[in-house]
């Protein structure tokens, strides 16, 4: 049986025409039944950094999104059972203010140029910082980190930590908040694969 | 506008305000208002693209003395 050559031709000219269009509807479809997802990997242990991924992973979870965050290196400090103790240093931070949260408004807006070599040689300079800091989080509403990790947990954000780290500083499970999966670079990996969204922090 | 359920996240920052009202919500029926009243000047962005993400029908959104208020419809 041989084709006609005409209607082929038509055939052919018809579906380019309504191939793009189905395909465009179909993908919008799937687009807007999945669920977005992110995965984070938190490495850092300060009272500064340890707001990016509690922040992004809890207002992520608030938009429906799957999210997962993996904890390693210095980042293992944000799941330890207490946050209290974590701490911020002005010391070779050249981007970070230093005002005082208290007193009247003139006072409050003065920058402290302090330099680095001051800073380093003055004992407990951290400390003072990182209460100025703890004061200056409270006076503007901005959630702790406790309360963050709480929120975020609550709302279905999944922790993993990297086993690896854990054992390399000397930490023990127990150290850690509970609802953790103990993981390895091999289990993340694929997670982060799927993922919309993949932040390195 | 009537509403179900009131939110105060007076004094809140980001993100906590998008916070409590997902819990607000997530304690409400379908069909039920939210009226969340905010201080933070970026919730005004934000409510609305937690709206649209979520598809949670933001019905109203306005600013009166430096403060945010509106009316979120639990889908």
């Known amino acids: 049986m041989s084709t006609n050559p005409e209607i082929e031709e038509l055939i052919n000219k018809?579906?380019?025409?309504?191939l793009p269009q189905k395909l465009d509807a179909l993908l919008q479809e799937r687009e807007e039944s999945k669920t977005p997802s992110m995965a984070i990997i938190a490495t850092k242990g300060t009272l500064d950094w340890a707001y990016p991924p509690f922040i992004l992973a809890s207002t992520a979870a608030a938009l429906?999104?799957?999210?997962?965050?993996?904890?390693?290196?210095?980042?293992?400090?944000?799941?330890?059972?207490?946050?209290?103790?974590l701490k911020v240093s002005p010391l070779g931070n050249p981007g970070m203010p230093m005002k005082m949260p208290f007193g009247p408004d003139w006072f409050k807006s003065i920058n402290w140029n302090i330099p680095n070599i001051v800073q380093a040689g003055i004992p407990g300079f951290e400390s003072v910082a990182t209460s100025l800091m703890q004061q200056t989080i409270k006076n503007?509403?901005?959630?702790?980190?406790?309360?963050?990790?709480?929120?975020?947990?609550?709302?279905?954000?999944?922790?993993?930590?990297?086993?690896?780290?854990?054992?390399?500083?000397?930490f023990s499970h127990d150290d850690f908040v509970e609802g953790m999966d103990y993981v390895g670079?091999?289990?993340?990996?694929?997670?982060?694969?799927?993922?919309?969204?993949?932040?390195f922090i | 506008m009537n509403f179900d359920r009131e939110l105060d996240a007076r004094g809140?920052?980001?993100?906590l305000p998008i916070l409590r009202a997902k819990k607000a919500l997530g304690e409400m029926t379908s069909g039920q208002t939210l009226r969340i009243i905010a201080t933070d000047p970026g919730s005004v962005k934000?409510?609305?693209?937690?709206?649209k993400q979520t598809g949670n029908e933001l019905l109203s959104s306005a600013e009166n003395n430096k403060e945010f208020e509106f009316y979120i419809k639990r889908k």
């Open chain 1, 14 to 18: 018809r579906l380019d025409e309504l």
């Open chain 1, 64 to 85: 429906g999104w799957d999210v997962t965050v993996f904890f390693t290196f210095y980042g293992l400090q944000l799941v330890k059972k207490d946050v209290s103790d």
């Open chain 1, 140 to 170: 503007n509403g901005v959630a702790g980190i406790a309360e963050l990790r709480e929120l975020s947990q609550e709302a279905g954000v999944k922790f993993v930590v990297c086993q690896m780290t854990v054992e390399l500083f000397g």
């Open chain 1, 185 to 199: 670079a091999a289990s993340f990996l694929p997670v982060a694969q799927k993922a919309d969204v993949t932040l």
């Open chain 2, 12 to 15: 809140l920052n980001c993100p």
């Open chain 2, 46 to 51: 934000d409510f609305a693209a937690f709206a």
